[in-house]
């Protein structure tokens, strides 16, 4: 094992990387630790990550300017780290700057659900002077400026898994539990143009790619274990990497599938959407067409197949990723704008447009309630009726929200609104009028 200085995030969240010692005798643990070979400036990460559950552990991915331990380098890291203590559901940001004394920023975020159960969507979007982190699609926190300003060198993506030796941080630890495993089922990377994100790569980890990613073969003093490739494995499309007792190194197992929806529950969501449906119509006149699709589809509940995971159609949006029946589900515009073989399913296309519409519908009844009514939303969304803009909501009626209990009030990079007849698609995170500046490119004439 190489001699080596590594980062760390430290006890009480504080992020302070130690001085590695000399590495003479192996730990009694072994854990793992990925990193891309190339350095970015600039973009968005998004994976899909079942995180370990069991106290004393965290599974972690960060973006680390390489060299930030040297006493004489500026530090630069971007945290996401997922608690294994309290059963999963906690998890840290952090932005860590400075040279010699370290600015730290950490926040702890509590969810109602553990991150050890299911898989989630966790997202780095990374910009000028800008860095926010988002949850299934759902705004957790925003840093502009301060320590966002400080982030201005390329930066190697890294995921890790390791049991910290400081238990008032990640609490007691526990070796009987052993071996513990964090799962990855895919990650994408889109770069910065200046203005907006554009897809650059994606690894579904059906093999491991030595091209993209290197493996750590280190440890350090605040690490009860010693990184080591034998813990990274690539098994049915997912990233293992493990925990485990000297000797035990390796996975052999199945990893859980990221299917957070089974039939029961996609049964229950639908059953669900009918009810939520049937009670808006004393608002809006399309929730009926709305229900009559959802019993049209004779008991198979229309679901989207995204990049091979199963999710439940949203309801109450059209684009976008939302929280509905305590599951995360997907906007039907969204769903069938993915690249690859994925979809709908279950979802005759009357039935995929109606259930747009309905959402639609809705919305545009709940944000217009104090401005306009929802008869002039249905007005406007037939005079665009039989050229595909019927599916989209019309500005001011918002896509997305800033949390899952909040209300609608942005689009979100991918989204699709029309104003004045025009449909235009979001660029990034955006309140700002369609088509009015550099955040909305225009699409089509709806007319």
């Known amino acids: 094992m190489k001699n080596i200085i590594h980062p760390i995030l430290l006890a009480f969240g504080l992020a302070v ?70 059963n999963g559901t906690s998890w840290q940001s952090n932005i860590i700057t400075g040279l010699g004394d370290r600015i730290t920023s950490e926040q702890v975020h509590t969810a109602p659900e553990s991150f050890a159960d299911s898989y989630h969507t966790f997202t780095i979007e990374w910009t000028p ?43 007691a630890f526990d070796d009987s539990i052993l071996p513990l495993h964090m799962f990855v089922n895919w990650i994408e990377y889109y770069s910065w143009n200046g203005d907006g994100f554009d897809f650059t790569w994606r690894d579904d980890f059906d093999s491991f790619n030595t091209v993209r990613w290197q493996t750590a073969d280190w440890t350090f003093a605040e690490n009860r274990a010693d990184f080591t490739p034998l813990n990274v494995t690539t098994r049915d499309g997912y990233l293992v990497l493990t925990l485990s007792a000297e000797g035990n190194e390796g996975y052999t197992g199945t990893p859980p599938l990221d299917t957070p929806v089974n039939s029961s529950s996609s049964s229950s969501s639908s059953s669900s959407s009918s009810s939520s449906n049937s009670s808006s119509s004393s608002t809006s ?62 979802c005759s296309s009357s039935s995929s447009s109606s259930s747009s519409n309905g959402s639609t519908s809705s919305s545009s009844t709940s944000s217009s309630s104090s401005s306009s009514s929802s008869s002039s939303s249905s007005s406007s969304s037939s005079s665009y009726g039989g050229n595909g803009c019927e599916v989209f909501n019309h500005y001011p009626n918002w896509t997305a929200k800033d949390w899952a209990g909040g209300a609608y009030n942005h689009a979100n990079a991918g989204d699709q609104m029309i104003y004045s007849g025009n449909l235009y698609q979001a660029n990034w995170y955006t309140n700002s009028i369609p088509g009015s500046d550099a955040s909305w490119q225009f699409l089509r004439s709806c007319n």
Do not use: H
């Open 129 to 171: 002077g800008q860095v926010r982190w988002l949850v299934d699609d759902q705004l957790v926190r925003q840093t502009v400026g301060d320590q966002a300003d400080d982030l201005t060198n390329p930066a190697q993506a890294r995921f890790n898994f390791w049991p910290p030796t400081s238990e008032s941080w990640v609490g």
């Open 285 to 346: 006149s399309s929730s009926s067409s709305s229900s009559s699709s959802s019993s049209s589809s004779g008991g198979n509940a229309c679901v989207c197949n995204w990049y091979g995971s199963i999710y439940p159609m949203c309801v109450n949006q059209t684009v976008g990723w939302g929280w509905e029946n305590s599951a995360s589900c997907i906007g039907v515009t969204t769903c069938n704008n993915q690249s690859g073989n994925g979809g709908p399913q279950n």
């Open 17 to 86: 990387l130690g001085t590695l010692a000399q590495v003479s005798i192996a730990k009694p643990y072994k854990s793992a630790e990925i990193f891309t070979a190339d350095a970015e400036l600039y973009g968005k990460y998004v994976f899909r990550v079942q995180a370990a559950k069991g106290s004393g552990v965290i599974s972690n991915f960060f973006l680390w300017k390489d060299g930030s331990e040297l006493s004489d380098v500026f530090w630069e890291e971007v945290d996401i780290e997922i608690f294994g203590k309290n």
